[in-house]
């Protein structure tokens, strides 16, 4: 291990280097977030009312009028999209909660058939296969009680979680709406300072993200965006050409796992399928699971070509990374982890980890003359 550590030392210090950068910018950007929410909203509503509002200006518009009448259109069509997606929701769950004691009904009736038909079947059986299905059955059993107990807690925290996330986010969301105004207002003068006053150096930083960074953010939110549309889309259509009753709801449910790590429509699906096979519904689970197995193989097929080609990361990085920075950091590190991995692949390609990372001589001798051009003129500056 000695000479290991002999010939290795740099590199191992150097990437350990890295991850502490990124450790320290998370944790930094966590702490900010908590104590600033309010503005980091009001730089995402103001990347929304912008545009129309520069539109407007440019038309002969005072920037004043305009701002505020993209502000207006902006909540206007926010109000109006949440009250539409609300009743639809509010109705269909209400429809949904009428049917439950049905459904649970049939659920008991058919499990009490089944329990009858295994009974008779076991009575058939030697002692012995009895006995070992009987060890076999208590053991998945107790397993699944440990799954189930387990689910509910993460479950129950989660939605603690989530309502007092929805809460903060509505103070936030409404400061940070009131921020974006003024800033749109007051954008060109900001614009002067920052022009007038930032060090060339900064300038070049701020450069090389926007150029990297800030649009590989953009080109990885549309991608996902089209996928949950295409997923949302698919669902919709076949549930509703099946007669399925709460179809939009459904379909909403599918688009918002479709966005979790890992879980993806299998979530809603699956249960779905395997309740509708015992209570006897063969022909609409069998449908079912044809839709689930389009939605995911058609997710498999777009996604190397619509995040692939525009993002380049795999989904296995951006998932690993994503898991970690969200046990390490909460909700927060879930958002910030596809920003980090960019920035990792920006400067990977640009050649600034090959130059920031060490390696030895004789075990990359082409990586060390390797130096893009970009290297050179960040280190002459």
Same mark, same amino acid.
């Given at each position: 291990m000695i000479p290991f550590y002999k010939k290795y030392y740099k590199t191992i210090i150097d990437i350990a280097l890295i991850l502490l950068t990124v450790y320290l910018f998370m944790l930094l950007f966590s702490f900010l977030?908590?104590?600033?929410?309010?503005?980091?909203w009001a730089f995402a509503i103001f990347l929304i009312i912008e545009p129309f509002a520069k539109f407007m200006n440019k038309r002969g518009v005072k920037k004043m009028v305009a701002t505020t009448i993209s502000t207006i259109l902006f909540l206007v069509i926010l109000l109006g999209v949440i009250t539409g997606l609300g009743l639809i929701v509010t109705n269909q769950i209400l429809h949904f909660s009428e049917k439950v004691p049905e459904y649970t009904q049939t659920l008991q009736n058919s499990i009490v058939l089944i329990t009858e038909q295994v009974q008779s079947s076991i009575n058939a059986l030697s002692p012995d296969t009895v006995q070992k299905i009987t060890e076999y059955a208590s053991g998945l059993t107790a397993n699944a009680s440990k799954i189930m107990v387990g689910t509910l807690k993460f479950l129950g925290t989660s939605l603690s979680s989530v309502s007092s996330f929805m809460i903060s986010f509505g103070v936030n969301f409404g400061v940070g709406l009131i921020l974006a105004f003024f800033l749109s207002i007051e954008f060109e003068s900001w614009k @002067?300072?920052? @022009?007038?006053?930032?060090?060339?150096?900064?300038?070049?930083?701020?450069?090389?993200?926007?150029?990297?960074?800030?649009?590989?953010?953009?080109?990885?939110?549309?991608?996902?965006?089209?996928l949950i549309s295409i997923t949302f889309v698919i669902v919709l259509i076949s549930l509703f050409a099946l007669g399925i009753k709460n179809a939009f709801t459904m379909a909403l449910l599918a688009g918002f796992f479709d966005v979790l790590p890992l879980l993806g429509v299998s979530t809603l699906f699956i249960p779905w399928i395997i309740y509708l096979f015992i209570v006897g519904q063969t022909s609409l689970a069998i449908w079912l699971t044809v839709i689930w197995l389009v939605v995911v193989v058609a997710r498999q097929l777009l996604e190397p070509k619509i995040t692939g080609d525009s993002l380049g990361v795999s989904a296995f990085t951006m998932l690993s990374f994503m898991i970690i920075s969200l046990s390490l950091f909460g909700f927060i590190g879930l958002i910030v982890s596809p920003v980090l991995i960019i920035l990792l692949k920006a400067l990977h390609e640009q050649g600034y980890l090959k130059r920031w990372i060490r390696t030895p001589e004789e075990e990359f001798p082409a990586e060390q003359t390797d130096d893009k051009p970009a290297v050179a003129e960040i280190n002459q500056t």
């Amino acid at each position: 291990m000695i000479p290991f550590y002999k010939k290795y030392y740099k590199t191992i210090i150097d990437i350990a280097l890295i991850l502490l950068t990124v450790y320290l910018f998370m944790l930094l950007f966590s702490f900010l977030y908590k104590i600033a929410a309010p503005i980091f909203w009001a730089f995402a509503i103001f990347l929304i009312i912008e545009p129309f509002a520069k539109f407007m200006n440019k038309r002969g518009v005072k920037k004043m009028v305009a701002t505020t009448i993209s502000t207006i259109l902006f909540l206007v069509i926010l109000l109006g999209v949440i009250t539409g997606l609300g009743l639809i929701v509010t109705n269909q769950i209400l429809h949904f909660s009428e049917k439950v004691p049905e459904y649970t009904q049939t659920l008991q009736n058919s499990i009490v058939l089944i329990t009858e038909q295994v009974q008779s079947s076991i009575n058939a059986l030697s002692p012995d296969t009895v006995q070992k299905i009987t060890e076999y059955a208590s053991g998945l059993t107790a397993n699944a009680s440990k799954i189930m107990v387990g689910t509910l807690k993460f479950l129950g925290t989660s939605l603690s979680s989530v309502s007092s996330f929805m809460i903060s986010f509505g103070v936030n969301f409404g400061v940070g709406l009131i921020l974006a105004f003024f800033l749109s207002i007051e954008f060109e003068s900001w614009k @002067r300072v920052a @022009r007038e006053k930032t060090p060339a150096t900064f300038k070049k930083v701020f450069e090389f993200l926007s150029e990297n960074v800030i649009k590989g953010i953009v080109t990885y939110i549309s991608a996902q965006a089209k996928l949950i549309s295409i997923t949302f889309v698919i669902v919709l259509i076949s549930l509703f050409a099946l007669g399925i009753k709460n179809a939009f709801t459904m379909a909403l449910l599918a688009g918002f796992f479709d966005v979790l790590p890992l879980l993806g429509v299998s979530t809603l699906f699956i249960p779905w399928i395997i309740y509708l096979f015992i209570v006897g519904q063969t022909s609409l689970a069998i449908w079912l699971t044809v839709i689930w197995l389009v939605v995911v193989v058609a997710r498999q097929l777009l996604e190397p070509k619509i995040t692939g080609d525009s993002l380049g990361v795999s989904a296995f990085t951006m998932l690993s990374f994503m898991i970690i920075s969200l046990s390490l950091f909460g909700f927060i590190g879930l958002i910030v982890s596809p920003v980090l991995i960019i920035l990792l692949k920006a400067l990977h390609e640009q050649g600034y980890l090959k130059r920031w990372i060490r390696t030895p001589e004789e075990e990359f001798p082409a990586e060390q003359t390797d130096d893009k051009p970009a290297v050179a003129e960040i280190n002459q500056t």
